[in-house]
């Protein structure tokens, strides 16, 4: 074959995210004019979009959608509020940066709540709970996935192994406490007897031991924060057998708890009421509050609202088969000393007979 007597150049456009083609010089100018024009295109949208764009931020949150399923629609009917509300559901999330140590923490809160929990795996840069305008990512995620508690790690030269726990109301923050991880052993670590592993989805018992529980305010505060955070389901009645676990609070300083995680043994003593020992399961670490905020007054007012139970309705009763049932009283009738008209179609029947019987009577009297 004669070769061509027009050389063809090679020619690499980079910033096209191009491979690398065969094109004459006219071709390549005519895709980097093409390639100037787009720039300067995106260039000039999106100096107009900020300049329409207002600097309030839109709240994601409020934006109502009408549900188009009925499966959206009974999803929304489980988060509307309720006279006896919802197990509450945990939140977990990494920060930007975490260490192993808190890495490992958080998978084993996750672990303990893993029946009431949602964990991201992801990093999150935006979420700095104790700062204006850093909960607001925060705040979204809560919203999104229906949870009111959170526990947010994050690693720094200043505060290292930091784990924020912190409770919503209306999807809002409400009330935080930071504290720092130091002594962690993990569920690994312990040699137990597998038996004695607790169940999932079992009531907790919890037992605070020292006095700075009850007169120092961040342990208070901490304090109700734990109760919370491992309360689950809210029940009247419990039976002795489920309870398989124990957390321990120890109170080390005015700022430091050692948290143990312990099963129950039960053994006989002789009684009725059996003899109980714990059998450390992990996992264990020490606790040192570092900051806690404790929710406004009007906040704490609103939040401890009670909504007002109805009146009871008098002979009214609601039956699940028979529904809404009434009782009515109506007093004695006295059907004897009722007057009685005559316009009654009996009577006028005897009169007629009776008046007959007369007429007969009359007419054998006068032929005899």
Do not use: W
Not at 87 to 105: C, P, Q, R
Not at 123 to 140: H, Q, R, V
């Amino acid at each position: 074959m004669a070769e061509d007597t027009n050389p063809v150049l090679i020619y690499e456009i980079a910033s096209l995210n191009a491979p690398r083609c065969r094109c004459s010089p006219s071709q390549a100018l005519l895709y980097l004019y093409y390639f100037l024009l787009k720039v300067l295109f995106l260039f000039l949208l999106r100096s107009h979009l900020s300049c329409c764009v207002s600097d309030t931020p839109i709240d994601i949150t409020m934006q109502i959608r009408a549900p188009k399923t009925k499966r959206a629609k009974r999803e929304l009917d489980k988060r509307a509020p309720k006279l006896v509300e919802n197990v509450k559901k945990t939140l977990i999330l990494h920060g930007t940066k975490t260490s192993a140590v808190l890495n490992s923490v958080l998978t084993e809160l996750y672990h303990l709540k893993r029946d009431n929990a949602v964990k991201f795996s992801k990093k999150n840069e935006n979420i700095k709970p104790f700062e204006s305008g850093g909960e607001t990512s925060l705040e979204f995620f809560s919203h999104k996935t229906d949870c009111s508690l959170f526990a947010f790690g994050s690693h720094s030269k200043k505060r290292p192994n930091n784990l924020v726990l912190g409770r919503t109301y209306d999807h809002h923050i409400y009330d935080l406490v930071e504290v720092g991880v130091e002594n962690f052993k993990s569920i690994e670590s312990f040699e137990y007897d597998k038996k004695l592993a607790p169940k999932i989805g079992s009531k907790p018992l919890f037992a605070f031991i020292g006095e700075e529980f009850e007169s120092v305010d961040e342990l208070k505060h901490l304090k109700v924060v734990l109760l919370d955070f491992f309360r689950g389901e809210v029940v009247e009645n419990l039976n002795l057998t489920g309870v398989d676990r124990v957390f321990v609070c120890t109170a080390l300083s005015s700022k430091t708890i050692l948290l143990m995680h312990c099963a129950l043994r039960l053994k006989k003593s002789g009684t009725s009421i059996p003899r109980m020992e714990l059998v450390e399961v992990g996992p264990s670490m020490d606790l040192v509050v570092r900051r806690h905020r404790l929710p406004s007054e009007s906040l704490l007012k609103e939040a401890m609202k009670t909504p007002d139970h109805a009146k009871k309705i008098k002979n009214v009763t609601s039956d699940v088969i028979k529904g809404k049932t009434g009782r009515i009283y109506i007093p004695d009738q006295k059907v004897g000393d009722m007057p009685l008209s005559n316009n009654i179609k009996g009577l006028k029947r005897e009169r007629r007979e009776a008046k007959q019987n007369k007429e007969s009577k009359k007419r054998k009297t006068e032929s005899e």
